[in-house]
């Protein structure tokens, strides 16, 4: 069941999100639970090959929202934790593996290039970037674009668009 905001979708009945992500689809989440389940039910439409790229601040759902991917490709939320020391956090056992990086600290190709971005690319999982915003020039065609803007202490709004289907 969707219901219609000013400008949004809140949902309750989440078989709504659809496989090809072209176009915006906006949810509002109004607890650290909801934003998992949003992103439990949108891992149910991965195939494999996808780049998700989340922009937002600290402490706006980042992890949070990856954990939901996790539980959603059936690897176990509770190993999923912030990649900010290891640059990437891998997490296999699912139906897809899930390739956990922060580019936080990623300032030059170089740096990139030695995080293994390029090789994640081609290893058919699905790779969930926080701090996307320092490496745009390097995202492939096709980087489907997470947005999460914080509405109030837990609240937020999180928008998901780009994309192709695969």
Not at 147 to 160: A, M, P, V
Request: contains cysteine.
């Amino acid at each position: 069941m969707w219901t219609r905001t000013v400008r949004s979708w809140v949902c309750s009945d989440f078989s709504q999100i659809k496989r090809s992500v072209t176009n915006l689809q906006k949810f509002i989440s109004s607890s650290p639970a909801e934003t998992e389940q949003i992103a439990a039910e949108f891992a149910k439409t991965l195939r494999g090959g996808e780049v998700l790229a989340f922009r937002g601040g600290l402490g706006m759902g980042k992890t949070c929202f990856t954990r939901g991917l996790a539980a959603g490709l059936g690897i176990d939320p509770a190993e999923v934790s912030s990649p900010t020391f290891a640059l990437v956090n891998e997490y296999r056992g699912g139906r897809l593996p899930l390739w956990h990086f922060d580019m936080y600290r990623v300032e030059s190709f170089d740096a990139l290039y030695s995080t293994g971005f390029f090789d994640y690319l081609d290893l058919g999982g699905v790779l969930a970037l926080e701090w996307s915003e320092n490496i745009d020039g390097a995202l492939p065609e096709g980087t489907i674009y997470i947005t999460f803007e914080r509405l109030g202490d837990e609240s937020r709004s999180i928008t998901i668009e780009g994309g192709a289907g695969k």
